[in-house]
Each structure stands twice: as C-alpha cells, then as structure tokens.
C-alpha cells in the first residue's frame, strides 16, 4: 500500500488569496515532510518546500516570500515553542523566536508578528523582532487571536483575562476596549479587514456576535443553532456586508450582516412573548454541509463565494447568490494538484 500524506495543517492566508497546506508521510524507514502554497484565484499549485520535519503551523504574510513555521506533527524536527521566519525568495530561515511553552497560534501583518502562548500574546515587530507588546489572556488552548488587515489601522483582537471577554487594542490610536462579549469562554474571534468590526464565539457556539470595535456596542447577535457546537472558523467578506461560520456539527453558516439583506427568521410573530428567545433570532442567509471534517472558510474576493477548506485537504467553492441550502460548485483534492 502506497504511504498517504497526513494533514498537519492547513488554512488561508491574510487575504484569502493563497492556502497554506503542511503534510507527512510516513516510508519504511523515515518520513517524508513538506509544506505547500496553493493560489486561490485560479486555483493553482505555487510551490513546495521539503524540510526534514514537519509543521503545524504555517502562516504566509499576504503573497509575499514571508512564512511564519512551527514544528509540529510525528516527525517534527523543530520544537513546538519555536517560531521560525523562512525567506522563501532567499530559501532560508531568517529569524527565530524560542518560547519556553507550546505555540498555539501566528499571526502576520506587513509590520508585526504575533506569537500566542496559552495565557500570553506576544506582539514583536516584523523587521528587527522586537517586543513591543504582552498580553496577559484567559485560558486560550485554541490560540485565539485575530489582526486586521488594513495597512492605515492596526487592530488587535484577542481573549482579555476574564472569562468570555474580548480585549481589543487599535495600535494606531494607542486605544484599548475590553468587551464583555460572552458569559463562557472565547471559542473563535475575527475582524474585517479595516478592524472595525469584530465577531465572536463562545464555546457554547450557539450564538456569534458583531461589535463595533471603535465603541465595543454590540451590534448585532447571529445564531447558529440551538444545541452546543464547536466554531472552527469565522470570516468576514471583504465588504463587511457576509459573515460565514464553520463548527463540528457539519453545517457551514452565512450571514448577511447589511441590514438592507435580510437573514431568516422563524415565523412565530404570534407567539412571540411566549416563546424562548432563540425564536426571535437572525438565522443564517445560506448554508452549506460538509461531513465528518474540521473545516476553516473564507470568501473568495468580492464575489458572493465562500471557500471552504477541510483538514482532509478538500477544497470546496459555494455560490450563495439565491440562500438557502447550496450546492458546491468546485470541489477539489488539493493533495492531487500538480505543480504548474
């Protein structure tokens, strides 16, 4: 039987125009490890890096030759609490940043670099990797923690130190919010682009909610289902009009955020008093299902497309022009696209 590489990691990157796809295989005798960089629109296979171990982490800074690499996986051959900056146009490791406890997650900006720890964010500067900020947070095993991407606002969103709050720091204007956003701890945070708007999850995972970053008023609340559910991912569109939602239950989630397009809502006018308030809630405009993966989404440009990656390395493009339940458009096992 033919060795079958393993997912180690996989996601998009800051603008969703390139995905980021870190495998192993296991011979007779060792294993065979590599990362991947495969453009969006059109999708196509960039290039790939053989390494002598494996990463969990892989984060590339927008379409420029500037990847964030943790090891990770059943061959790593750099240490979890590591972070390595690989320059792929000089094809070496440029820098490194050693932690004395497991990196959780990346995060890159054109000026900034953050590393997350599980009770700790790390801000250092992209050029010199400096430490210009520390961030004590609450318990954060999923490395929460979002960046806008506007080069004129510098917004940062992670976990504060109490349990389901959000600190939100605009590095632009020396401003820092806390939010009260949950009653239970933070499961996933996202912002649009310019950072001001941010959206949230607790690890209920029933609801997710919009706050204006410049106030911290809430905005609007979503739902995505009534029993408890693992958020995998949250993403805004580059118009800050759709927001999509993927979790464990299957079902991927998009939501209009405009107030001029109207999400679902139960037909239940008459009841309205007597009913739970989950009745009153805004349900999703559109939706799609993927079984049996972790799955990570984000919008594909201006159009109204989601991309929908899964830990299987399946990628996935839905139309959500009509509402409702959408068929895939494209489906694609990014493991079997050739170099081009």
């Not at 065979?32 to 982490?57: A, E, M, N, W």
């Not at 900020?133 to 992670?158: A, K």
């Not at 006018?269 to 559109?286: G, Q, R, V």
Request: one cysteine or more.
């Amino acid at each position: 039987m033919e060795p079958i590489d393993q997912v180690i990691y996989i996601g998009f990157n800051q603008d969703s125009s390139c995905i980021t796809l870190s495998t192993e295989k296991k011979l007779e005798s060792s294993f065979d490890s590599s990362f991947r960089v495969i453009g969006t629109h059109p999708l196509k296979f960039c290039y790939q890096r053989i390494f002598p171990g494996s990463f969990s982490i892989v984060e590339l800074l927008n379409r420029s030759n500037i990847i964030a690499l943790v090891g990770g996986g059943a061959c790593s051959h750099y240490p979890s609490s590591k972070l390595i900056i690989w320059d792929d146009q000089k094809l070496r490791i440029i820098s490194e940043l050693n932690f004395r406890l497991e990196i959780k997650s990346v995060r890159l900006r054109r000026n900034r670099v953050v590393v997350v720890l599980e009770t700790k964010v790390y801000v250092f500067n992209l050029q010199d990797l400096k430490v210009i900020d520390m961030i004590n947070t609450f318990h954060n095993p999923h490395g929460i923690c979002c960046m806008s991407n506007d080069e004129m606002r510098e917004v940062l969103v992670c976990p504060s130190d109490k349990k389901g709050n959000a600190l939100i720091k605009v590095y632009t204007e020396d401003k820092e919010i806390e939010i009260d956003a949950h009653e239970t701890p933070l499961a996933c945070a996202a912002l649009n682009k310019d950072g001001t708007l941010l959206a949230t999850a607790s690890d209920k995972g029933t609801l997710i909610r919009i706050f204006d970053t410049e106030t911290g008023d809430l905005l609007q609340e979503l739902r995505r289902g009534i029993d408890r559910a693992e958020i995998y991912s949250l993403a805004f569109h580059p118009t800050s009009h759709w927001i999509a939602c993927s979790s464990n239950t299957g079902t991927v989630h998009i939501y209009s955020i405009d107030p001029e397009i109207q999400n679902k809502k139960l037909a239940l006018k008459f009841f309205k008093k007597m009913l739970p308030k989950y009745f009153e809630s805004e349900w999703s405009f559109a939706k799609f299902k993927v079984k049996g993966a972790k799955t990570v989404c984000a919008f594909a440009g201006d159009e109204l497309k989601l991309m929908i990656l899964t830990d299987h390395a399946m990628f996935y493009e839905v139309d959500f022009t009509e509402g409702g339940h959408c068929a895939g458009e494209i489906a694609v096992n990014l493991l079997n696209l050739e170099l081009v």
